[in-house]
């Protein structure tokens, strides 16, 4: 029998992004609250970096910039959500451009750990916005990212997240074949406006060519309420405030980001594969012990998953609930709503198998999907 609940607990995602100085100031604040898991993944932020053109000539030249970061994860009692990320907004000093973001996504998540119990510290009211949309990449061409990241910040979407993974799966069933697909993926984060999201997406398709064969996978979940970081642009400034300044300003004042709209609706391009998407789908996230997310991806194959991309993640604990064990993998299947109850059951049962209590599946309904179709 399945030790792990018969049904999943209704509870929040939430994900914050900030520099690694700032990580210290993340941990303490989390795990003060009474967070019991939290995981943390190596990143790097994508900006702008402008500089004036040499020998004194007209202009600016701009270029793509990396910053370190550190991506923290936790779940939380959806009672508790938005008290979780007022704290850390305020201790972070989040609206201040430049110093992160953090977004809360509402899951279903399977575990043999009960939820957290957040101590009340503050009203439970939140200055983050609840018109957030986030946009996913998986790439593995050369130079999709950077093409999908350019992109992103010349549309003024965001600051691009980028981080490292693994395709898992698919590749092992395909003999000799599998030297023609790199396993190394880029997983690209863009937190964009709702209302602009599925216009920006278009864009980010053609603009970063996921429309040809091997362009990459991209997919939308929604955000319940966050904050983003608006410094899209570093180097130096001609005015005292810059646009993202102003703009930030503006969105405290309109108290959203509906009054900043930028495209229209997208035509109907349903007579062109290359811009079809898929709506009825889900994504399932599931994070284990190091070592096993191979194996758990097969069963999710067998059930009609196409594959997966794994990370290697680390645990912070307050506790001993997790018995000690710091080294995670964190995996991330896409699959049609059709088979996600199956694929969900498999891999609980491959939980119960392994006899691994650390494993967690988080299931969460995927808005939009995309990816390229002879």
């Given at each position: 029998m399945n030790d792990a609940p018969p049904t999943a607990n209704d509870v929040t995602r939430i994900t914050c992004a900030v520099h690694p100085h700032l990580g210290t100031l993340v941990t303490e604040s989390l795990l003060s609250l009474g967070a019991h898991t939290v995981l943390v993944e190596n990143a790097r932020s994508v900006r702008q970096r402008v500089h004036p053109r040499a020998w004194g000539l007209p202009g600016q030249k701009v270029e793509l910039a990396n910053s370190p970061i550190e991506l923290f994860r936790t779940t939380v009692p959806r009672s508790s959500a938005v008290q979780v990320v007022e704290t850390l907004n305020q201790t972070l000093e989040l609206q201040t451009p430049g110093r992160g973001s953090i977004y809360a996504q509402d899951i279903s998540e399977y575990s043999q750990l009960n939820p957290p119990v957040i101590k009340e510290i503050t009203s439970g009211e939140t200055t983050a916005f609840r018109d957030y949309t986030l946009i996913n990449g998986i790439l593995s061409k050369v130079g999709g990212c950077e093409r999908l990241t350019e992109s992103a910040l010349r549309l003024g979407a965001c600051v691009p997240i980028v981080t490292r993974g693994f395709g898992t799966?698919?590749?092992?069933?395909?003999?000799?074949?599998?030297?023609?697909?790199?396993?190394?993926?880029?997983?690209?984060?863009?937190?964009?406006?709702?209302?602009?999201?599925?216009?920006?997406?278009?864009?980010?398709?053609?603009?970063?060519?996921?429309?040809?064969?091997?362009?990459?996978?991209?997919y939308q979940t929604p955000i319940s309420f966050g904050v983003v970081d608006p410094l899209l642009r570093i180097g130096q400034q001609e005015h005292a405030a810059s646009m993202e300044q102003l703009i930030?300003?503006?969105?405290?004042?309109?108290?959203?980001?509906?009054?900043?709209?930028?495209?229209?609706?997208?035509?109907?391009?349903?007579?062109?594969?290359?811009?079809?998407?898929?709506?009825?789908?889900s994504e399932i996230t599931l994070v284990c012990s190091e070592g096993k997310a191979n194996d758990f991806v097969l069963a999710a194959m067998e059930a009609g998953a196409g594959g997966a991309t794994t990370e290697r993640v680390r645990c912070l604990s307050a506790?001993?609930?997790?018995?000690?064990?710091?080294?995670?993998?964190?995996?991330?299947?896409?699959?049609?709503?059709?088979?996600?109850?199956?694929?969900?059951?498999?891999?609980?049962?491959?939980?119960?198998?392994?006899?691994?209590?650390?494993?967690?599946?988080?299931?969460?309904?995927?808005?939009?999907?995309?990816?390229?179709?002879?």
């Amino acid at each position: 029998m399945n030790d792990a609940p018969p049904t999943a607990n209704d509870v929040t995602r939430i994900t914050c992004a900030v520099h690694p100085h700032l990580g210290t100031l993340v941990t303490e604040s989390l795990l003060s609250l009474g967070a019991h898991t939290v995981l943390v993944e190596n990143a790097r932020s994508v900006r702008q970096r402008v500089h004036p053109r040499a020998w004194g000539l007209p202009g600016q030249k701009v270029e793509l910039a990396n910053s370190p970061i550190e991506l923290f994860r936790t779940t939380v009692p959806r009672s508790s959500a938005v008290q979780v990320v007022e704290t850390l907004n305020q201790t972070l000093e989040l609206q201040t451009p430049g110093r992160g973001s953090i977004y809360a996504q509402d899951i279903s998540e399977y575990s043999q750990l009960n939820p957290p119990v957040i101590k009340e510290i503050t009203s439970g009211e939140t200055t983050a916005f609840r018109d957030y949309t986030l946009i996913n990449g998986i790439l593995s061409k050369v130079g999709g990212c950077e093409r999908l990241t350019e992109s992103a910040l010349r549309l003024g979407a965001c600051v691009p997240i980028v981080t490292r993974g693994f395709g898992t799966g698919l590749r092992d069933q395909l003999g000799l074949l599998r030297i023609t697909i790199p396993p190394e993926k880029e997983i690209v984060q863009l937190m964009v406006p709702s209302h602009d999201a599925s216009a920006i997406q278009r864009m980010l398709i053609e603009n970063a060519r996921m429309d040809r064969s091997g362009g990459g996978f991209l997919y939308q979940t929604p955000i319940s309420f966050g904050v983003v970081d608006p410094l899209l642009r570093i180097g130096q400034q001609e005015h005292a405030a810059s646009m993202e300044q102003l703009i930030a300003v503006i969105d405290e004042m309109k108290k959203g980001t509906g009054w900043r709209k930028r495209f229209e609706a997208p035509e109907d391009r349903k007579r062109d594969a290359r811009f079809v998407t898929h709506r009825k789908y889900s994504e399932i996230t599931l994070v284990c012990s190091e070592g096993k997310a191979n194996d758990f991806v097969l069963a999710a194959m067998e059930a009609g998953a196409g594959g997966a991309t794994t990370e290697r993640v680390r645990c912070l604990s307050a506790s001993d609930l997790e018995g000690g064990v710091g080294a995670r993998e964190r995996g991330v299947i896409c699959v049609p709503t059709s088979i996600r109850d199956k694929v969900v059951q498999v891999l609980r049962d491959m939980s119960q198998a392994l006899e691994d209590p650390l494993c967690r599946i988080q299931v969460l309904q995927s808005s939009s999907v995309f990816f390229h179709q002879r």
